[in-house]
Structures are given as structure tokens and as C-alpha cells.
């Protein structure tokens, strides 16, 4: 490449490593560091590489076949995880449907990486930051096989014409994720005359977790279910998980506890039996692929009724944080909701009241209701910036965020201990912890229960 003496692994290592523990502030020769997202990644291709970004179709190093990626951490109570996905390049429907995997645009750019970390810290400026690590890296067998699987998905919808419903939950390491100015970026696709989304290949901030604990931070790594990757030539993870359960269809929870000699009424009991099932220990939440796919178990209890009665909860949010969010795509919500797949344990009552284990499927939000999703956060971040309206009734405090009868997906309700349980709202009131909610009637109708 014009302009970077850098055309071997060796050297583009070697300076990798000369960079670790300098401040940005004194690497940034151009003032980039200043031009919002993306910046640091520019500071050191630019200031540092000494080359101007190149193109979408090639590596950063084209002699070494190398791409670089500059990559955010940040510490919580749970260790180190990813901020973000890690972006790859631009999805040409109209180019990348007749390729193979091979000569894909994503594997001809980002087969090697040279991956540099550095650690982000809330209210401290980037010029602060510095890089502390650096590594080529280069997909496990392991991996590999399940990324070239996610492509196929990914290249699946394509070639059907339906790249507009291309969603981040379809797949498992790589995804397809939205990549533009606004929600009006769209592209072409070759077999439909319906836009679609501009997308990029990217690997989820879940997967990017876990390569950041193994290979650079080298932690413990977590329990694995497929032994060897070789299993997965015949059919996709999903195939091989619901294979593996299924000789327990039709059996009780209590027979399912005798039999794995599971003594324990937790709330994570189904996760434990799960995980007997599959020969691993603990919780299956915790092995190593759920973790880099970020699948989510969930446990639903369909009545003898046919019903549903509970709704999926998600997590807490805070009322001062949500009312500062203003992008979509940015939300919180959204960047739990749309990358997740998640691993749904249905549970059947019988005549005599208990709940035989009745099947596993593997779920994703279509994106014509992650849009419906979009119109419930939207309502609720502009009745929080204005203030919530608490409305005393003869059995406690109501609001008006939005209900469960206003939207057949989605809706907001309390997710705390009691009504002590509170969060200070934008104005200084205080208020009972909220989160969103995927209705218990939307949920019946995507396991396939009819509700009338």
C-alpha cells in the first residue's frame, strides 16, 4: 500500500507493540481524535501507520493480508467485556450472493487481524486512552466453522430476495449489522426490488467478549458443548443442540431432576437441566458458544389452557440514560434486543398440573416487529423527557408509559423488588424500576400457539 513501509506480519506486529501504553493525545498528528466515532481506529492507521484508510474491498495491509482493527473494553462487575461489535465491511448484495464463503468479501478482508484493545473509561477524554494490547489473530477452527455457517445465513436471505429482513439475531458469531448515516441508508439487492438496509459484516460485541478474555486477557475459559468442531459439518449449531435434547421431550421436570440427580428449585433449574442434558456442568447460559453467540435461555410455561401467562422481561433501564437516548440504533434496548438469538425451553402443562419439557427453538425478533419494538421505546423516551405522569389508584401508583393493550409486541411496566424498589427520574422524582416487556400474547403467537 502507497505510503506504510509496513508489508510484512513481523513488522506490522513489532510497531503494534511500540504503540502499547502512549497516550492517544500524543500519537494524534491530524486532530482526529477530535471527529467522533471511529476516530481512534483513524488516529492509528493514520498518526501511527502513516496511511490514509483505504478501501472497502481490501485489507488495511494488502502485502501481509492484514486488516486492523482498533477495539474498546470496558470494566464491570462481571470483568472485561466488549463495548461494541466489531464492525468489518460493507455487504454488496449485488456482488457478495454468488460468491462462496472463500471469496467472500468479508474472508478476503478480515481472515487476519491485527487486533489492538484498549480500555474505555466513562468521563475520561480520548486523548487519556491508550492501547495496551495487540495480536494477530486468526479464527479457531472451532469458530470458523459456525462463522462460515452465520455467512450462509446471512447470504441465504439474499439470494431469496429478502435482504430487507436481514436481521443482527439471525445468526451466531458474524453478523449483518446496520451500517449508515440514518435509517434511510439503504441499498439495492439483486433479487427483489424491495431496499434493504445498508449492512456490514460484523462480529458481535458477545463474540468479541470472549476473544478479548481468551486471547488477550487469557482468562478461564468457559465450558464448551460441541467437543470438536468436526460435528458441526453435518449441521448448524442449533441442528445439533435440539438433536441433543430432544431424546427428553415428554418428560417432567421432576423426572428430569431424578434423572440428572438435580436437587434444587432455583430459578435457573431448567438452565442446570439444559445443561445435563448436553454433558456440561453449570449453567448453560455460561458455556462458551451461548456466551459468544449471546443466546439467552428462556424458560416458557404454556398453560393447560394453551396460554401463555407470563411476559419476557428485559433488563432494568434507567430513566435518566434512556431519556438521554436519541438514536435508534443506539439505544440500549436495541443493542440488546436485535443482536440476541435466544434459546426458548417450552414447557407444556399436563391435566394433572405439572410441566412436562415439551421442546426447544431457537428465536430471533423479525424486524417488522423490532420496528413495533422501535415505536414503544420512542413513546417511552419522550414521556420520560417530558415526565411521567404518576396516577394514584385504589391499588398503588400507575403511569402512562405504554401499555400492554397499546402494541402487540411490546410494553413497559415495574421490574422492582417492591414499590421501594425505585430510580430517580430526569426531574427528581422517583419512581418504581421499569423495563420493557415482549407481551405474553406476541410471544404465544411466535412458538406457534393460536390465542383466540
Same mark, same amino acid.
Given at each position: 500500500m502507497e505510503g506504510t513501509i509496513y508489508t510484512t506480519r513481523e513488522a506490522i506486529l513489532k510497531r503494534a507493540h511500540e504503540v502499547i501504553g502512549i497516550p492517544l493525545k500524543d500519537i494524534d498528528l491530524t486532530g482526529r481524535l477530535s471527529t467522533g466515532k471511529g476516530a481512534i481506529g483513524t488516529v492509528i492507521e493514520e498518526s501511527w501507520y502513516g496511511y490514509t484508510p483505504n478501501s472497502e474491498s481490501e485489507p488495511d495491509f494488502p502485502e501481509a493480508g492484514v486488516e486492523l482493527k482498533v477495539t474498546p473494553y470496558v470494566r464491570g462487575k462481571n470483568g472485561i467485556r466488549a463495548k461494541e461489535r466489531l464492525v468489518c465491511n460493507i455487504i454488496n448484495y449485488m456482488e457478495e450472493y454468488n460468491k462462496t464463503f472463500q471469496t467472500s468479501a468479508f474472508w478476503h478482508k478480515c481472515n487476519t487481524m491485527l487486533l489492538m484493545s484498549y480500555e474505555h473509561i466513562k468521563g475520561v477524554p480520548k486523548g487519556e486512552f491508550h492501547i495496551d494490547a495487540a495480536i494477530l489473530f486468526q479464527f479457531p477452527e472451532e469458530d470458523l466453522i459456525i462463522i462460515e455457517q452465520d455467512w450462509e445465513k446471512i447470504m441465504y436471505k439474499v439470494r431469496m430476495g429478502l435482504a430487507h429482513e436481514i436481521s443482527e439475531?439471525?445468526?451466531?458469531?458474524?453478523?449483518?449489522?446496520?451500517?449508515?448515516?440514518?435509517?434511510?441508508?439503504?441499498? *439495492? =439487492?439483486?433479487?427483489?426490488? !424491495?431496499?434493504?438496509?445498508q449492512r456490514a459484516y460484523s462480529l458481535k460485541g458477545s463474540y468479541m467478549t470472549q476473544v478479548l478474555n481468551k486471547y488477550i486477557f487469557g482468562d478461564v475459559q468457559n465450558p464448551r458443548i460441541i467437543r470438536h468442531w468436526?460435528?458441526?459439518? $453435518?449441521?448448524?449449531?442449533?441442528?445439533?443442540? !435440539?438433536?441433543?435434547?430432544? =431424546?427428553?421431550?415428554g418428560m417432567t421436570q421432576n423426572q428430569l431432576k431424578n434423572l440428572?440427580?438435580?436437587?434444587?428449585?432455583?430459578?435457573?433449574?431448567?438452565?442446570?437441566?439444559?445443561?445435563?442434558?448436553?454433558?456440561?456442568?453449570?449453567?448453560?447460559?455460561?458455556?462458551?458458544?451461548? =456466551?459468544?453467540?449471546?443466546?439467552?435461555?428462556?424458560?416458557?410455561?404454556? =398453560?393447560?389452557?394453551?396460554?401463555?401467562?407470563?411476559?419476557?422481561?428485559? #433488563?432494568t433501564f434507567d430513566f435518566i440514560e434512556l431519556s438521554h437516548e436519541y438514536?435508534?440504533?443506539?439505544?440500549?434496548?436495541?443493542?440488546?434486543?436485535? #443482536?440476541?438469538?435466544?434459546?426458548? +425451553?417450552?414447557?407444556?402443562?399436563?391435566?394433572?398440573?405439572?410441566? +412436562?419439557?415439551s421442546r426447544v427453538m431457537f428465536w430471533n425478533i423479525p424486524n417488522a416487529d423490532l420496528e413495533e419494538v422501535?415505536?414503544?421505546?420512542?413513546?417511552?423516551? *419522550?414521556?420520560?423527557?417530558?415526565? +411521567?405522569?404518576? !396516577? #394514584?389508584?385504589?391499588?398503588?401508583?400507575?403511569?402512562?408509559?405504554?401499555?400492554?393493550?397499546?402494541?402487540?409486541?411490546?410494553?413497559?411496566?415495574? $421490574?422492582? *423488588?417492591?414499590?421501594?424498589?425505585?430510580?430517580?427520574?430526569?426531574?427528581?422524582?422517583?419512581?418504581?424500576?421499569?423495563?420493557?416487556?415482549?407481551?405474553n400474547t406476541y410471544i404465544a403467537t411466535q412458538i406457534g400457539l393460536n390465542n383466540d
Amino acid at each position: 500500500m502507497e505510503g506504510t513501509i509496513y508489508t510484512t506480519r513481523e513488522a506490522i506486529l513489532k510497531r503494534a507493540h511500540e504503540v502499547i501504553g502512549i497516550p492517544l493525545k500524543d500519537i494524534d498528528l491530524t486532530g482526529r481524535l477530535s471527529t467522533g466515532k471511529g476516530a481512534i481506529g483513524t488516529v492509528i492507521e493514520e498518526s501511527w501507520y502513516g496511511y490514509t484508510p483505504n478501501s472497502e474491498s481490501e485489507p488495511d495491509f494488502p502485502e501481509a493480508g492484514v486488516e486492523l482493527k482498533v477495539t474498546p473494553y470496558v470494566r464491570g462487575k462481571n470483568g472485561i467485556r466488549a463495548k461494541e461489535r466489531l464492525v468489518c465491511n460493507i455487504i454488496n448484495y449485488m456482488e457478495e450472493y454468488n460468491k462462496t464463503f472463500q471469496t467472500s468479501a468479508f474472508w478476503h478482508k478480515c481472515n487476519t487481524m491485527l487486533l489492538m484493545s484498549y480500555e474505555h473509561i466513562k468521563g475520561v477524554p480520548k486523548g487519556e486512552f491508550h492501547i495496551d494490547a495487540a495480536i494477530l489473530f486468526q479464527f479457531p477452527e472451532e469458530d470458523l466453522i459456525i462463522i462460515e455457517q452465520d455467512w450462509e445465513k446471512i447470504m441465504y436471505k439474499v439470494r431469496m430476495g429478502l435482504a430487507h429482513e436481514i436481521s443482527e439475531g439471525d445468526t451466531m458469531y458474524l453478523a449483518a449489522c446496520t451500517k449508515g448515516a440514518n435509517a434511510a441508508s439503504v441499498r *439495492r =439487492q439483486p433479487f427483489s426490488q !424491495i431496499p434493504a438496509k445498508q449492512r456490514a459484516y460484523s462480529l458481535k460485541g458477545s463474540y468479541m467478549t470472549q476473544v478479548l478474555n481468551k486471547y488477550i486477557f487469557g482468562d478461564v475459559q468457559n465450558p464448551r458443548i460441541i467437543r470438536h468442531w468436526s460435528f458441526l459439518r $453435518h449441521c448448524t449449531f442449533e441442528e445439533y443442540i !435440539i438433536n441433543k435434547v430432544s =431424546q427428553f421431550y415428554g418428560m417432567t421436570q421432576n423426572q428430569l431432576k431424578n434423572l440428572f440427580g438435580v436437587d434444587s428449585n432455583a430459578k435457573s433449574l431448567n438452565e442446570i437441566l439444559l445443561a445435563r442434558m448436553l454433558n456440561v456442568s453449570g449453567r448453560i447460559a455460561y458455556t462458551e458458544e451461548f =456466551q459468544k453467540a449471546n443466546i439467552v435461555p428462556k424458560t416458557i410455561r404454556v =398453560q393447560y389452557t394453551g396460554r401463555i401467562k407470563e411476559s419476557m422481561s428485559f #433488563p432494568t433501564f434507567d430513566f435518566i440514560e434512556l431519556s438521554h437516548e436519541y438514536v435508534w440504533e443506539e439505544s440500549e434496548l436495541y443493542n440488546y434486543l436485535a #443482536p440476541t438469538k435466544f434459546m426458548f +425451553v417450552i414447557f407444556q402443562e399436563n391435566i394433572n398440573g405439572e410441566y +412436562v419439557f415439551s421442546r426447544v427453538m431457537f428465536w430471533n425478533i423479525p424486524n417488522a416487529d423490532l420496528e413495533e419494538v422501535r415505536v414503544v421505546w420512542e413513546r417511552t423516551v *419522550r414521556i420520560i423527557r417530558e415526565g +411521567v405522569r404518576l !396516577i #394514584p389508584t385504589a391499588r398503588g401508583m400507575t403511569n402512562n408509559l405504554p401499555k400492554q393493550s397499546e402494541s402487540r409486541v411490546a410494553h413497559v411496566r415495574p $421490574h422492582g *423488588r417492591d414499590s421501594r424498589d425505585t430510580l430517580p427520574l430526569p426531574d427528581g422524582r422517583f419512581m418504581t424500576k421499569q423495563c420493557f416487556w415482549l407481551n405474553n400474547t406476541y410471544i404465544a403467537t411466535q412458538i406457534g400457539l393460536n390465542n383466540d
